[in-house]
């Protein structure tokens, strides 16, 4: 189980050398009509995401890159994932480039609380290597459930170059596949209530 749960937080590793971002706020009431629908075949479902986030895709790469500087951090991310070879899923806020919603397939795992904890203390260990013991603040940890679904989710504060971001991860496992989403952006909010409604087509 530990070489598992190692397996998740490789992608972590890369998104984190870069920088991070995200945090949460419940939204009163939820509208269906205000997000569009997004068929990802990695996670073997749909998920919602607010209109203004758009898929990177091969095509409009080149075009994205082209609205970056060559130090933003969407312009680290990608570099970095494309060095490392993984397959992912990302989105973009297209009217802030730089927040960002990735998405990666990981080995099956129907985790428990101590893996979990096992999980946060790998992670936490992580974090402390890239930003020092001062520069960042675990903000909430948690094990939920859904009809569909569990996951887990971490969030941290972070100081980096004098800016403060937010990043939420989760881990979320359904009855057939598990794969990790790590949010970042300035904004305090995050889009848990989205991960809760992901709908996948094999359960």
Known sequence: MKKRISSLLL?????????????SKKSVKFNKENFKEHYIDAIKGTLLLPPKYELITKENLPYLISKMDSISFLNRLIHNLEADRRDYVLYTDSNNLNDIILIHKSEFVSFSKRDANQYLGLLEANMKHIYGAVNFERQQ?????????????????I???GLVLYQTQYIVTSAAVTFGIIEMRKDVTDNEDLIKRINYLVN
Do not use: P
């Open 11 to 23: 992608i972590c590793l890369v998104f984190s050398c870069v920088t991070s971002c995200n945090d």
């Open 141 to 157: 940890e948690k094990i939920s459930q859904t009809e569909r679904s569990k996951y887990i989710k971490i969030k941290y504060k």
């Open 159 to 161: 100081l980096d170059h």
